[in-house]
């Protein structure tokens, strides 16, 4: 990380609309955020402005079909709001949630090697809508490909509805 303001320092979950999570979906929802917080990289694009200097705290959610992220400073202060139309992300989010419940049964009887061939259907779908997030948010917002993960991890994980 060439720059230690251009990250997140805090980042927070819009439980607004979780009915609840089972144990695999929260642990994923916990690894996510402690991974991210403890290695990304985040800068903001031009538009923001120059008094957008990091680090940041982030704000996830969704409101009417969109990933919302509130950008403030370290003292809360709002820096930037960027909104991205979740479309182009429904297929994948469809198909990794499908793949993820195969996934958790899978653990619990399937033989070693049946579990790798889903863990890797997985993973695959995931680095889609990681890259897929990374290249929406060109120009908006610059994320290295593991913050693209956890980010994708947790807009999955806003998704469930309980």
Not at 24 to 37: F, N, P, Q, S
Not at 58 to 72: C, G, P, Q, W, Y
Not at 73 to 81: F, I, K, L, S
């Amino acid at each position: 990380m060439a720059d230690g303001t251009q990250r997140i320092v805090k980042l927070t979950l819009d439980e607004r609309t979780v009915v609840r999570r089972n144990a695999d979906v929260e642990h994923e929802r916990a690894v996510a955020i402690y991974d991210l917080l403890e290695d990304n990289r985040f800068a903001l694009g031009m538009g923001a402005g120059k008094d957008a200097a990091g680090p940041y705290h982030v704000h996830l959610s969704i409101e009417d079909n969109r990933l919302v992220l509130d950008i403030a400073d370290t003292g809360d202060q709002p820096v930037d709001r960027v909104v991205l139309p979740l479309t182009p992300f429904r297929k994948i989010v469809k198909d990794y949630f499908t793949v993820c419940e195969s996934y958790y049964a899978a653990i619990r009887t399937a033989t070693p090697s049946q579990i790798e061939a889903i863990d890797m259907g997985r993973r695959g779908l995931h680095n889609e809508g990681s890259n897929l997030l990374v290249e929406r948010l060109g120009g908006k917002i610059e994320i290295d490909f593991n913050t693209g993960r956890r980010l994708f991890t947790l807009l999955c994980v806003l998704h469930i509805r309980g």
